[in-house]
Every structure is written in structure tokens, then in C-alpha cells.
């Protein structure tokens, strides 16, 4: 049975803790028998997502983002001096606590924390001191300055996709006039490929859905974009969203689906009621619900679940696993999602700036989309930039731009490497500026970060692989294991205290972690240190303790005691 929203574990479960502050052993058996689910399936899901505490939080639940481009721990550390708290924990009185979360999709507003799961951003020392006043106050969040909540979509630069939003309907009418199968074709003639990173050819996956043995079938929108740096679905589901729900209807038209799932991230909560508010209008409309457009038949509607703190279920098979209630463990595959996918039906997952060029290729036609960038890569991408410019933003480009034309365009200066398509994509110097964003050359789900001289990039590929350690799943070895080895040995090196030993042992680990995981977190985990050493070994150098191997026990000055004791300095002292 397909879990209602409303009744959805990963709702259930946040509805309680809003109330309660935390999730207890009494509420993880009072939910599981009103969900009729395994209790321990509700434990195993409380502990998995990082949004669920089982420990009270404090009234006002403060979690400052950890990310390179919007956040910074030293206000985290200001504001818990000014509270007289410690990083982690809840205050003795239960009015705050202070932890921190992964990226929030906030890169373009600067420092950002969330607080009670809304997002507030343009940190600095004095919205700080401002902050901890209001909460010793106990002034209630309606209450605060209003724009510290607002959230602009600084689009800078505006291609096909974002030129102007797209008219409700206009899709699903083109696709009632001329057919499904025409439509499918555009999408085929287009070249659309997903713009998750992967790049799929749109039309193949959702062709073999469509032709999967079952009887039921479902669209899947990933709105869980968790790579740090990235933010253009924000964008894309705060402006143009329905240009997504167009394009999940028009899928679900071609393949024959009734149900379809946007899985929006923990951190896009705030969104939550504004597309509900769409959807709402659609049904009214005639655009969802049954019989849409008055054709007989085509029945089909969206319900929503937001995600709590995981990263991994950006990756499409613990997204689905997710959706089915569970910890967002990825599936071994084959079977793909298109055959068999969210409950074992076939299933497309795309993401929901494809879904929304799906909708405009089918208005517009495939030579609209076509004309558009390069021979492998046709059409447009979106980009989010952050970090070291002067306007950080959305920014649309034809594929096939150069790292270069994009950092004179967005007023960077003095740029000493750029992080392309977030952590797991790649981190590059001055030297590479001159290649393209493309499939076949710099690929991107979408993150451009960029690092000036004034920043320490070996503290930023620290940074990235404590991400991965942080957001390893730990449901196989190599990755559970191998990502914490990696976090330690860049500990050991930025503190100063590595040896080229080390760098050796980095690189042995990395190769062995991106050769053996289950799944893409682990395989790209290792991606900063390697692309670290690779175009910045001077950087890493640089830190080391010195050259020579230093073993973690010194034999000699353990030994030194005994040697003593026993009036013996020769050397076979030591046998
Ligand atoms: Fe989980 Fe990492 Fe293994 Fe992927 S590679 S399944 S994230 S432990």
C-alpha cells in the first residue's frame, strides 16, 4: 500500500518532534502501531535521518550549516559564547541548542543556520549578538525582522529555462493535441539528458518505463539536491514550479502513471506550504486530479514528502527507499527504478530542472532546445554559483561555456580553484579555466564554487571530506569505513602532523574507497583529495610534518623506562 503524505513515517515522525522536541522510545512504538509498521523499522529511521533527535532539543533548534559557501563555524562558536552553551548540546533550561547541519542550499545569502527547520541567512557578529538577544528574550519567530527570512532567487543570468515561467497547461495541451508518442519523440530529438549530473537520455529512461511489464507505474521528482554548493532547485520550485509539475504530468502521460512523488528536502521545508498552495490551484484547474484536461482516462496527481537531513537520498534508489518509509540505504542494482522502482513498480526519477526542460521542449519543440550548446550536451544548464565573486547566484548557460567566461561574469577576482559540480565533482586550478561545462568535458549537477587566493584550499578539501564521512551512509564497508580513514588522515595533515606517509596512505585509501562502494557517495567521496593532490600537491606538501615516514608508537621512547629500570643502555637492550 502506498504510504498517504499525510500519514507518511518520515511526516509522522517530524509532526511529533515539533511538538515534543524529540523523538522517545514511547512515540517510536505509539507511531509504529498507528502506521502499522515494524518498531523497529521506526527506530532504524528515527536514528538514520540526522533531523530526528532522540535527545530533547531547546525551544529555538539552531543548526548552523557546515558547508565552504554558507557557513561558518566561527559565528556557531560566537553565538554559543554568547548563550553559554556548547556546540552539540541543548541548554540546561530547554531554551536552545546549537548543532550543525550539512549544506542548507543557502550558498548565495552567505552564512546561513536554520532555525526550528527555517532557513536564515546574512550572518555576521552583529545579527549574532541580535539573535541571542531575541532568544534569551523568548521572543516568539513570527516576531523577528521578517527579512532575515526572505529568500531572493538572484537569477543573474536567464536562458530558455528561466527566460519567463511557463503558462500552466500550455505543455499537457501541446501533448493532447499531438499525442504522446510525438511527444516522446521531441523529448527523443532534443537530446535531453539528466541534469542530475549523470546525464541519461530523458526519452530512453522514460521509454523504458513506459514499456516495463506492470501495472502501475510512477513519477518521481528528486528535489533533493543535497551537493554542497548547490541551490537552483530552490529556485526552480520557488518560481517556476510549475514548470515541474507540467513536466511530471507530461511524463506521467507518456508512461501511463496516476501517482507521482516530489521528495523535497528537509531543508526546503519552508517551501512546502507554497507548492502545496500550487498544486492545489492545479486540481482546481483541471490540471491533476482526474480526467485533467476533461480527457477521460488521464487521471494523475502529485503528493509531496519531505526528506529529514540525508543526503544520500539524493541518490535515486535511497530516494525510493525513503519514499517506502525506510532508511535511505541505495539499492543494488539492477533492477533499475524503471522496472522496478518505488514499491516494485516502474518508476522514472528525474530531477526537477529535467523535468522542467521536458515541458518546455514539449511546448516549444526539440530544435528550440536543440540549438542550444554542444553536440553531447544540447540545451541549457543551470548553475549555481557561490563562494568568492561578487554576485553569486542562479546563472542559466548554453553547454559549452568556459570556467573562465563564467567567472568574469560573475565578478570573481584572484580565483585560485573552482569545486564544479559540488565535492563529489572537481576541484580545478587556473590551469583548467579554460574548459567547458559539458558532459563530455566538466559535468555538473548544477554546484560551481569558487576559492580565491585568500582561501586555505586545503582546509576546503578538509572540509568536503568530512561531508562524506558525516553523510556516508555506513551500509557497506569500504565507504562506512574508508571515508572516516580518509577524515582522519586529513585531520592528521592539516594539523600539521602528516608525512609523506601519509599522503601515500590518503591515496591508497581513496583509490580503494572509489573501487569498491556500493554506491556514487562513495565512489566520488575520495574525488577533493584526489583532485587535491593531483593539481595542488605543493598545498598538501607544504603542511607536512616532514618528509620521513613517523610511526604512531615510538619504540624507543616507550622503551626508555625499562632501559632505565633495569641499568641497560646497550644496544640490544631493545630484544
Ligand atoms: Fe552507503 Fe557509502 Fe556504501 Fe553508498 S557507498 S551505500 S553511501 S556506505
Redo the contacts with the bound molecule.
Sequence with gaps: MNPKPSEHLLHALHAHQQQHRFVSDQAICDIASRLNLPRAQVEAVTEFYSFFHRNPRGRFDLLFSTCTSCGDLSLQQALCEKLGINAGETRGDGLVSIGEASCIGMCDHGASLLINGLPLHSLDSERIGKIAELIEAETALEAWPAEWFKIDDHIHRADLLLQEPLESGAALRVVEAEGADAALEKIRFSDLRGRGGAGFSTAQKWQFCREAEGESRYVICNADEGEPGTFKDRVLLTSYADAVFEGMALCARIINAKQGYIYLRGEYRYLLESLEAALATRREVGLLGSSILGIDGFDFDIAIVVGAGAY?CGEESALIESLEEKCG??RIRPPFPVTSGYMGKPTVVNNVETLAAAAGIVIHGERWFRGAGTWQSRGTKILSVSGDCAKPGIYEYPFGITIQDILNQCGAENTQAVQIGGPSGSLIGPSKFDHHIAFEDLATGGSFMIFDSSRDLLEIIHNFTNFFAHE?????TP??VGTTLLKNGMDKVCSGHGTAHDLDELKATAALVSRR???G??VTAPNPIRDGLKHFPELFEARLLHQEMEPEFNLDASLEEARQLTHRDDAEAHL
Design positions: 544520500i540505504n541505495p556516508s551512509c555506513g551500509f557497506c565507504c562506512r562502494s556500493h554506491c557517495l562513495g
